[in-house]
């Protein structure tokens, strides 16, 4: 089924976009491809074009490359396309002449319809180019947001180090995921399920991303194997970005890049304040491995995304922008690191929790703030399409679930007797938004005032146990993350609303599609349990994996190079003894603890 | 010659060094320091653990004076850091044995 899903796509979208010379069956084709029409769909699909000259245009009935990614010369494909020029036609406006006097440039009076359309084409492919890479930049943008706000909550005597530790995070996973990460987590995207029409947004050179390994492989129409997996585990293709070298996979990569890259600075937070350096460089070149091979799970196209179509559980897992993806594996890798490590110093007294105040409040203020900013690339950007307007949506969703969960934080502080912690309400902010990253596309605006606000509940109740069982989270990190990452997991299966999403991760189901014209990603609150079945399952997955994968590496890694500190160092601070250099060499920095 | 040392409150400062100032004392030298005495502190929370505020941030102020001048100088200290509330401060008083100038090498009450 998937390689019909495959070929039909781009017919039936870009076929229902302009009715053109190009495909006079397009138009015939609006249904989604069900299991009752694939096979009259799939005799309609036109070959792809062969033996057109690259600046010519296409006969009648011939497709241009980008309608499905193929190549005039099978011998010299267009894909990996290094530098865009397969991906439509670059609009030249212009009035200035040839050489020879006549007009030069894209003059009206000299286009064809194939023509205006190869720039139409070329011009969507570059909105969303330019759309996924800004959004990217402001996430990347987020770290400095993390340093602050991990920073500001620790000591004066260890400013110095945390600041390295979240600095250096960003290089070390860089080069993780360039080397190994992308290939795992994203090498056989290509073959994932998708909604019937769907395009690749960012260009048609992602079909590159067509290897990897998985149970039960598929074959196509001669029986050889296509590629694709009913459950796909990992990819195989892409390390080091070989054989890749694509305008589109770049982006692609780039985006993906600094998701893991907030990932891998989470447990950053968790663990701060005790963590030996040399044991946190060699995390940050393994943290790619357990984010790239989840990742590929949910977001790579690998089973818990196919889970829909094999399982019936929904539109398999849904995660749009990364709750379970990014924020609850790393809020449940900085759990373990903070359990293996043990409480810092002088935080507990006879089994009670003291308390070890923010050094900089200001610091963790403007770090939210810079987080927040951040949050509104993270989310609207998972689209990878700026022509995808549901982005102003999502935009919204984000910030209403934000700040719903600063207020409820503060109202759950007040409630309890206490003060409005200014480090609680920025944990109750930041928690709103962790929970609204997965449904953010799929809610309504009160589903994510309701969403972030628990946030902020939840955030509050989960700082209080974890100190109180004797994991110590110098910065929320468990809380904000893990926990409300989860619940974002959850929430998807409870509040999405049907209205968007229609086909995700391949499911169109008969009985939707009659009851509300489309098979959106939808919840219980809205009929279908199902969803939240298959949330559930990304939930106990990605808690399962995560605490695995980091107990085991924690307790290796602690044989190669020691976690924690000594003791003198812990006391003394990590400054100087750790990355040898203070973080305020004109202040005499000492802590009571 | 002796020695006062004065905790003061913070905001307090710029009032004795006026004093002072008028008095005829022309240095002083002070640290920011933390303490408490009958002045008892308070319970906070942070982040779920309880804890007691106990120290409070105060000043010090150095100085030193030559016997005639003692008994009018702890009296400006005074009229100037009291406010009445408890938490005022306390003065401490200590003979001190010699001064030196560095800059001179001289010594004794002239050093002062």
Known sequence: ???????????????????????????????????????????????PATDAKKDETPAPGKLPGYFDSSSEDPKKPDYPDATGAKAGTVATPSGISNSDGSPG???????????????????????????????????MFMQAGFAMVE?????????????????????????????????????????????????????????????????DAQKDDKGAPNGAYKYGLLGTKGFFLKDVDDVSVMALFFFMMVFMDT?????????????????????????????????????????????????????????????????????????????????????????????????????????????????FGFNPGSTLAGTDLRISTVVVNTMLAGVAGALTAMLTLYAKGLKPDPSMLCNGMLAGLVAITAPC????????????????????????????????????????HGINGLWGVLAVGIFANGKYGAGWNGVVRDEWVKAAGSDGVRGILFGDASQLYAQALDCAVVTVFGVVMAYVWFKISNLITPIRVSKEVEIEGLDMPEVGAMGYPEFIVTSRN | MKKIEAIIRHFKLDDVKKALNECGIKGMT???????????????????????????PKIKIEVVVSNDQLKAVLGTICTSAKTGQVGDGKIFVSELSDVVRIRTGESGEQAI
């Open chain 1, 1 to 47: 089924m998937n390689h019909v899903f495959r070929r039909l796509r781009r017919v039936l979208f870009l076929g229902l976009l302009l009715a053109t010379p190009y495909s006079s069956q397009a138009a015939d084709d609006k249904a989604p491809a069900t299991a009752e029409n694939k096979d009259a769909a799939s005799a309609s699909a036109p070959a």
């Open chain 1, 441 to 480: 596309a799929f809610v309504d605006s009160w589903a994510a005032v309701v969403i972030g606000g628990l946030a902020g509940v939840f955030v509050v109740f989960s700082v209080f146990f974890w100190e109180k069982i004797g994991i110590d989270d110098p910065v929320g990190a468990i809380s904000v």
């Open chain 2, 30 to 56: 002070v640290t920011e320091v933390r303490g408490f005495g009958r002045q008892k502190g308070h319970n906070e929370t942070y982040r779920g653990a309880e804890y007691a505020v106990d120290f409070i």
């Open chain 1, 151 to 215: 920073t500001g909550l620790c000591r004066a005597k260890n400013a110095g180090h945390t600041m390295t530790m979240n600095f250096l995070i960003y290089p070390l996973a860089c080069i993780a995921f360039w080397a190994y990460g992308f290939g795992i987590g994203w090498g056989n995207w290509n073959n994932g399920p998708v909604a019937p029409g769907w395009v690749s947004t960012l260009g048609p050179g992602t079909a590159v991303l067509n290897s990897g390994v998985g149970i």
């Open chain 1, 105 to 139: 440039g894209d003059l009206p009076s000299g286009m064809k319809a194939t023509d205006l359309y190869d720039r139409i084409a070329h011009n969507l492919f570059s909105i969303n180019v330019v759309w996924t890479l800004i959004a990217g930049f402001l996430v």
């Open chain 1, 263 to 375: 990932t891998a600075t989470i447990p950053t937070g968790a663990m701060a304040e005790r963590w030996a350096f040399k044991n946190f460089l060699i995390y940050g070149l393994w943290i790619a491995l357990p984010y790239c091979i989840y990742a590929n799970w949910v977001w790579g196209g690998g089973w818990l995304a196919q889970a829909g179509k094999n399982w019936n559980l929904g539109h398999g897992a849904v995660d749009f922008a990364g709750s379970g993806v990014v924020h609850a594996m790393g809020g449940i890798i900085g759990l373990v690191g903070a359990w293996v490590l043990g409480a810092r110093i002088g935080k507990y007294k006879d089994g009670k929790p003291l308390p070890i105040p923010a050094h900089h409040l200001p610091m963790v203020i403007v770090g939210t703030f810079i987080l927040a900013f951040g949050w």
